[in-house]
């Protein structure tokens, strides 16, 4: 069974740093993709840094500059480095998976659980 578990979610004063993980598990063919997307309260689920199945990476226009997404392939696990955070990236930050699971013909979408971050101002 294939799960996505992450951590690194706190609570962090405007300006500060936090460092998210996300280690995919199970029996995985392969990752085709791979990232974060957000939720905060009232609003819908949005993208903020991917790996796309082509290996490039997609931000969202609000993170760019303070966000690195970074991986590592041998451990299936992608990371989110959120440098100089601000009250509006409080959110549910939920990780995202295409993973093609052993045996099966297809690859879907799997999430994580979701790890709180919330930043004071």
């Known amino acids: 069974q294939v799960q996505l578990v992450e951590s690194g979610g706190d609570l962090v004063q405007a300006g500060g740093s936090l460092r998210l993980s996300c280690a995919a598990s199970?029996?995985?063919?392969?990752?085709?993709?791979m990232g974060w997307y957000r939720q905060a309260a009232g609003k819908r689920r949005e993208l903020v840094a991917v790996?796309?199945?082509?290996?490039?990476?997609n931000y969202a226009d609000s993170v760019k500059g303070r966000f690195t997404i970074s991986r590592d392939n041998a451990e299936n696990t992608v990371y989110l480095q959120m440098n100089s955070l601000k009250p509006e990236d409080t959110a549910v930050y939920y990780c995202?998976?295409?993973?093609?699971?052993?045996?099966?013909?297809?690859?879907?979408?799997?999430w994580g659980q979701g790890t709180q971050v919330t930043v004071s101002s």
């Open positions: 790996f796309t199945s082509g290996g490039r990476t």
């Open positions: 995202n998976a295409k993973i093609l699971a052993a045996l099966s013909p297809f690859s879907y979408d799997y």
């Open positions: 199970g029996s995985i063919s392969s990752i085709n993709g």
